[in-house]
């Protein structure tokens, strides 16, 4: 790979990605760009225009993009379409976010004449994957600077020092190590590392930092309705809201009751294990209540269907493929299973639970005529069962058959 | 299907199969022998085999077992290494119980010389389905007597006239309907029907049987640690204990804190949506414990296979195929996966939530030399990751390279 | 089900049809619509007519359609789209004719206002199964009649009896039983019963209908080249052709080369195990093709996704779920694959071999210039392979090290 | 990686792995040990002994081992078991005979105290890949030597210099380049690079070096009957056979009949697609006949999830995972199917053709009994058709009043 001439960083405004920021100047000679998104994190952006300037970086070089909207309409919701879990359990937040950053980035590059991007992403994690798999999907011969991977900066203190020797300011509280590491989006806050490296030994209290504990929860549960259309949801208690102001207020909820932590050991696509803590407040309560929907307004083919791909999807987001043919193929079958899933669905808050205990739905194709215990006025007819039952037993009766003739 | 000489009737002692008990032998002119198990329902069976004496069945076709330990040991364990869920959230409680009912029916068919069985299930339900198939699977000749697709006993008003022509005793509490309908054993209760047929209104308090609500859960969370030899539960709190008395304990754990619930909508095997309530306290919590052994002592490779293959699993359990040879098949995968699953889980239990917190293995493959943020003292060369996302990437780049010459 | 009052009749013209058109008649005294269509079957449908008006039906209510583009287009074509093979080996040429009568049926009462169709399929096979499957998928209230299932005309000499005491001549060669059953249209022939129902004995020479033997086929090899469009051939040796030209002209490539012959014993979704001879010949050489475009166009996510549910589309179709939201779902993965399989296939056909020997495209994702052994000019670093293994091994050694441990 | 002490070489004698080995002792001034391996590639193996021992290999350190039987019985059998297919069409033949390699080399490290192991693969294959995973897999420590990777021998040119400067015998044909490259084992042959780079144009005649061309082959059709037992060979035409044994016959009738060419375009693990002319003319007819025994003997249930899964298993070992958790659960499953897949099957061999045309077994399901068109005396009773047909239906019932519902 020839040296880069002009690179597109994304730049969070931390004392990390300044440092790479400064890297990038002095190794490569080369000029930077920077672009920081408001994913939700829940941090000011102001500070890292300020930031950037300071490290010498030309205004019109600057880009600053709320993206929030995008991200829950054009990403997070699609994979709520499916009901994604890796691995039984984890949301994906994390792995979401990165293809929508590696997108903006490639943009940037094509509008500025930028030939490389670079992130912060270690040599030992997923997210160098993501976000190099989905640059390279969308621009075939960007360049991908990675400097975890090159630099010789291998501890704290080396770091430290390049700041110093470059004059990046370093706040005090990031002078000594943080006791573990953390990325958030609007979907998720996830802390891994350091005190959480043994996964025999629980986490801290202090490591939760979006959600309420369970036992600091009201004790009172709250209900709420979420209204979807086409598999998306579209209000809170009938109130019609845009995709991120709805995720927004079920973290709130989410956040109050206790509501989707995880303590999780998962098995990252660079071969090993690792211990995270999840807090997916909103999106824990989404997940229910979308399948609280499609119980009702999903054919069972369908929902079978979607089920047995699931794993396959999750797994294709988790490991960085969004921007791959295979996932697209799969969105378009998720996607055509969503067209009336359509409805309401109530639930209850209740620390650190979220529990659907009412749905309802124009599309709804549950029939209380045929379910009924009582008479269904000719809607099914019981013996219509025995024929049923004996086709589907009829290869097994001539196995048994079979076997028995053997051994007799 | 030319009538039956001798039937060995699912007996539980109460009204419904008492009724069917005498109806066979009114109907068939049939000797009748009764089966009533003993599956952990929480049911005194000495009063079954004293109203199956009272309606004139001979001690030697009277049959009460207890076959908790062969259920938790033979069906509910195997099945649990499979992590396996129903539509994404049935521990499917009742579909396993429903193959050993039919497995010992059709032995005791064999021991008493009997032609047929037969079950109290409706035309309506998956329960008919399962005994069936179990039947149809364990013996091709046997018959199968299924009464409520056969009678015209179709009001529960005939059915009570029925009763009192032929001195079946109907206690009180069951001249009213029963308000809605349960099936209970060691691992699940569940309750459906009536008051529950609209499945936007939330299920009345009184239905919840067996675990304490949430809100009236302990204010104190309650830690237990379980040991796995194998992908099966071995102990609690250090204690070694049989298959049943784990799950027995279990329940306790989960009653008291509230563990289990779920109000669900599910897509029936005939075609039809009902929806149940059910309470699944101690499966709830060995879910989440056995899927917190095997964070760290499964490879990635044999749980995404695993994932990836578990709803058809659970499918085929739910649709009444355990004796299937695709059953067995998927089991000796699953079985192959669970030689190194043996270690400990802790679980923090409160107010409705089972979440793992910690656990520990002998045969753990989680390396915190290879994950660590620390110096990892050349455990992983961050290197190879650029060789990885590269080829990883190729293809990806060869699709961007073509589409982007195709629109050039 | 309340007796009908207009059906509208799959007719052929045959004796089998024309004595369920007379049955119709008198044991429900309804009017009946007949339709018959032609499929590519290779029979003239002007004696359909003549027959259906000497046997009473109203010339508007005689519906008599050349279907074959609209087979082509809409069943056959999405189908080998997937490269769909039932149990490995049949290219389904009987099932997928089944939905799109079923569709006429449907449309052709909304049309004349019949509550009721009908078809002449028995109650042993699949077809009962695919017409009835299709036509409640899209008119939930239409009544199926299928007289096989219901009538006591249960041997051919009261078939024949029925016949002669209604007026239906039957041809001489009718007289007898045919040897086998036969179901032919555009795109293959089945030959199925009697003679061939051993299947340890060969089907003897005269089943064969539509194909040469490969003993009897040129001695000389025959060039052809197939122009896909998105995964649809469209032209054949350059020439521009409508699907159903492009079948028929496969069809005689097929024939003269002796193509496409399967003898087969299959699984039927009823239950039991069925022996059948097919002939395929056009369908063969498409999906060798499409195959061979695929090869070069498709990129592995996306045909490795495609490879994994092409069995259970294949199963879907066979069972006669056509019009089920799972194939419909299916549909749009697959269809969302093909966007770029567009290209030419060069085939050699030879005694009843078709085998692609040339494939190019402008939507070629082969690289020469990253597979040459020789200078790639940089296109491929092989040093990028070291870190791939070695991320791809990481799992494989922490297994390794672990059970290493355990045994040490 | 430190320098290698001793390493085991797959040696085979040829020109390329003669400078490997030389190579080897000059850049690490290592002891090396040869291992050469008769797998069936049709080799005298004393020529590389004496060319080992001239290249100063002690004689305790030159293995050459005749593992054709191992091959076919541990490895090839299995395989066979799952009618394993990448991509549709390809047996697998290269890849299958890697991980017996790999297995033997670190065995033999063991042996002799090596602490690495060589291959001749190259960087852009799928070889080295599957050769590197199978040896980590089995010993995490042990180091992989891959020069190809590694040296600056990139030209014909320099490497022949090597072998001048070196004192290894060039014979004259290897002077120039061969126009292809060529992997031969006891299941295949193939051919790829050089002038096979183009997949538009025809592969020429001379680069099919195992079968006759099909124009050759006889013009009399020959018959052969294969029995299998447990879903292996085990003899041909009555005659019982080791597994290698079966192998080479099945090859000769294979190569005399024309049977088993393919040409190939696939998608390598690395990600470039590249194409191959393959032969395999014994496993074409395995292949073939294993399919037709498991027609008449292996259950609709079983074998539809052996087809479901059967993607993944090819792809698990075109990719280098035989030595994995994920292929052995596979393989159990797998193997659970094969029980009963006991009997004996009829193929006519034509002019490229194997084509199943008989098959018995006293472990058949067929049952003439209940498909035949005659009389069946109660085996199958059609109405249960009715109600099979019924309760498949009601979901797509329920769809479609609801779609009409909301149009309405």
Same mark, same amino acid.
């Given at each position: 790979m020839s040296a880069p001439k002009k690179v597109v960083l994304a730049y969070s405004g931390g004392l990390d990605t300044s440092i790479i920021l400064k890297w990038l100047q002095t190794e490569y000679d080369c000029e930077v760009v920077t672009f920081t998104a408001d994913l939700g994190q829940g941090e000011e952006l102001d500070p890292a225009r300020k930031k950037a300037e300071m490290l010498g970086i030309a205004p019109e070089n600057i880009y600053i993009e709320d993206v929030r909207e995008e991200f829950v309409r054009d990403f997070v919701f699609p994979m709520f379409r499916a009901n994604a879990l890796y691995e039984g359990l984890y949301l994906l937040g994390t792995s979401i976010a990165r293809p929508l950053i590696s997108k903006r980035l490639v943009e940037i590059a094509a509008e500025t004449g930028a030939d490389a991007v670079a992130h912060g992403a270690t040599g030992k994690g997923n997210d160098q994957v993501r976000f190099e798999l989905s640059a390279y999907a969308l621009n075939p011969d960007i360049k991908v600077i990675a400097p975890w991977r090159e630099? /010789?900066?291998?501890s704290r203190t080396k770091l430290l020092e390049f700041a110093e020797a470059h004059q990046i300011p370093v706040a005090k509280d990031k002078r000594g190590e943080a006791p573990f590491s953390v990325d958030a989006n609007l979907l998720h806050t996830s802390s891994e590392g350091k005190? *959480? %490296? /043994?996964?025999?030994v629980d986490a801290p209290d202090y490591v939760y930092q979006r959600t309420n504990a369970p036992e600091d929860a009201p004790d009172t549960p709250e209900m709420v309705e979420i209204g979807f259309v086409q598999g998306d949801a579209v209000s809170i208690n009938g109130e019609a809201l845009s995709p991120a102001t709805i995720l927004t207020r079920l973290n709130e909820l989410g956040r109050v009751h206790g509501i989707g932590r995880l303590d999780f050991v998962e098995n990252r696509f660079v071969g090993m294990k690792s211990r995270g803590i999840y807090e997916t407040p909103g999106g824990t309560i989404l997940l229910e209540a979308h399948r609280g929907i499609e119980q009702i307004t999903l054919d069972s083919g369908a929902g079978h269907l979607k089920d047995s791909i699931m794993p396959r999807y999750a797994e294709l987001i988790y490991n960085g493929f969004w921007f791959s043919p295979e996932r697209e193929m799969l969105q378009a079958l998720i996607d055509k299973s969503q067209e009336h899933v359509t409805g309401t669905v109530r639930l209850k808050l209740y620390k650190g639970l979220a529990r659907t205990v009412g749905r309802w739905s @124009?599309?709804? *194709?549950?029939?209380e005529a045929h379910v009924t215990? %009582? @008479?269904d006025a000719g809607a099914y007819d019981q013996k219509d069962a025995q024929g049923f039952i004996q086709l589907n037993a009829l290869r097994l009766k001539l196995l048994a058959a079979r076997n028995r003739r053997l051994k007799g």
């Amino acid at each position: 790979m020839s040296a880069p001439k002009k690179v597109v960083l994304a730049y969070s405004g931390g004392l990390d990605t300044s440092i790479i920021l400064k890297w990038l100047q002095t190794e490569y000679d080369c000029e930077v760009v920077t672009f920081t998104a408001d994913l939700g994190q829940g941090e000011e952006l102001d500070p890292a225009r300020k930031k950037a300037e300071m490290l010498g970086i030309a205004p019109e070089n600057i880009y600053i993009e709320d993206v929030r909207e995008e991200f829950v309409r054009d990403f997070v919701f699609p994979m709520f379409r499916a009901n994604a879990l890796y691995e039984g359990l984890y949301l994906l937040g994390t792995s979401i976010a990165r293809p929508l950053i590696s997108k903006r980035l490639v943009e940037i590059a094509a509008e500025t004449g930028a030939d490389a991007v670079a992130h912060g992403a270690t040599g030992k994690g997923n997210d160098q994957v993501r976000f190099e798999l989905s640059a390279y999907a969308l621009n075939p011969d960007i360049k991908v600077i990675a400097p975890w991977r090159e630099w /010789d900066l291998t501890s704290r203190t080396k770091l430290l020092e390049f700041a110093e020797a470059h004059q990046i300011p370093v706040a005090k509280d990031k002078r000594g190590e943080a006791p573990f590491s953390v990325d958030a989006n609007l979907l998720h806050t996830s802390s891994e590392g350091k005190v *959480l %490296e /043994d996964p025999a030994v629980d986490a801290p209290d202090y490591v939760y930092q979006r959600t309420n504990a369970p036992e600091d929860a009201p004790d009172t549960p709250e209900m709420v309705e979420i209204g979807f259309v086409q598999g998306d949801a579209v209000s809170i208690n009938g109130e019609a809201l845009s995709p991120a102001t709805i995720l927004t207020r079920l973290n709130e909820l989410g956040r109050v009751h206790g509501i989707g932590r995880l303590d999780f050991v998962e098995n990252r696509f660079v071969g090993m294990k690792s211990r995270g803590i999840y807090e997916t407040p909103g999106g824990t309560i989404l997940l229910e209540a979308h399948r609280g929907i499609e119980q009702i307004t999903l054919d069972s083919g369908a929902g079978h269907l979607k089920d047995s791909i699931m794993p396959r999807y999750a797994e294709l987001i988790y490991n960085g493929f969004w921007f791959s043919p295979e996932r697209e193929m799969l969105q378009a079958l998720i996607d055509k299973s969503q067209e009336h899933v359509t409805g309401t669905v109530r639930l209850k808050l209740y620390k650190g639970l979220a529990r659907t205990v009412g749905r309802w739905s @124009d599309h709804s *194709l549950y029939s209380e005529a045929h379910v009924t215990f %009582e @008479d269904d006025a000719g809607a099914y007819d019981q013996k219509d069962a025995q024929g049923f039952i004996q086709l589907n037993a009829l290869r097994l009766k001539l196995l048994a058959a079979r076997n028995r003739r053997l051994k007799g």
